[in-house]
């Protein structure tokens, strides 16, 4: 690793003296008057003024294919040989991608002279592996705004979509794919405007999202406005009123959370049974007038009371109510 670094620094330097010559002989063909028209290379110092980016290390393949693209755009505004592109990019990488790049240098066991075509494929099989852009691509198949904002949204939709671009090769798929992520009622409210561009489609999602979520506070101040419930909702049990006046009300079935088990089903004398003491846990009666139900002795439902088929039980032999 050691000599391939110093291999490379060599090998600069050697760049080096030969632009400082080219320069040279270039300003003294200036001096003379002298222009064959003939190109150039560029040097290093001018690859440097073209402030190239950076790389170090990445999870996001995007991230290395832009590195790339951007170094392209820079050897795009100079004149550059394969090699000089190679070298020049080589000196871009830092950290773990310089010792990347030593590694893969020292691994090739010769002195030649790699092309800037060859950096590239080297470049994306250590950073863009298949299997991630795959990985990535399943993301952007599953993606949903969820508890984003529309504009959240859409910024993980673009980056994602560098991944697949086979889903969103078109306007229409594009804007398809867009609208099957977004939240159930920004689809209900869009899938009747899918006409414009993309860039107005996302408008008008946003819009739209402005609208819903305008109505959704309206909503929570109307509530507001009606005031706090009083406590958990009331549980009632049903008052049962019988000819004479006495009213009775519903009690849990016995051996229930609710009441205690009762010891044997037969009723004792002056008692109800165990069957019918579930229904007379008496209510005394209460000072304000209540309404009163009516009902035959022998009717087999009373309200609801004897789905079980629980025999109308006998006013005589409901206990007396208790007193207060």
Known sequence: MMESQQQQAEFMREVAQQNLATRNARGHRNARGHND??????????????????????????????????????????????????????????????????????????????????????????????????????????????????????????????????????????????????????????????????????????????????VMAERKRSASAMGPSNGPPQKFRMVYTTPSGQRYRSAPRAGTCCAPASASTAATPGTASAAESRWISPTPAAAKPSTRIFFPATTAVVLGAFLEGVPAPQEEHWSEPVKE
């Open 37 to 214: 028209g003939a190109p150039q290379n560029s040097s290093y110092s001018d690859f440097l003024a073209t402030r190239p980016p950076t790389f170090s290390s990445t999870t996001e393949p995007m991230e290395a294919e832009n590195f790339l693209r951007m170094l392209e755009s820079k050897f795009g505004l100079l004149n550059c040989t394969p090699v000089q592109k190679t070298l020049f990019a080589a000196q871009q990488l830092h950290g773990a991608a310089g010792a990347w790049w030593a590694n893969h240098v020292a691994s090739m066991g010769t002195d030649r002279q790699i092309t800037w075509d060859e950096f590239k494929d080297a470049f994306r099989a250590h950073y863009i592996p298949a299997g991630l852009i795959r990985r990535k691509a399943r993301e952007f198949a599953a993606l949903k705004q969820g508890n984003r904002s529309v504009e959240e949204y859409c910024e993980e939709f673009n980056r994602l979509a560098l991944y697949a671009p086979e889903q969103v090769d078109t306007p229409a798929k594009r804007k398809d794919r867009f609208l099957e992520g977004l939240s159930a009622e920004l689809q209900d409210r869009l899938n009747l405007n899918m006409g414009g561009t993309f860039a107005e489609f996302v408008n008008n999602a946003i819009v739209a999202e402005d609208g819903y979520r305008r």
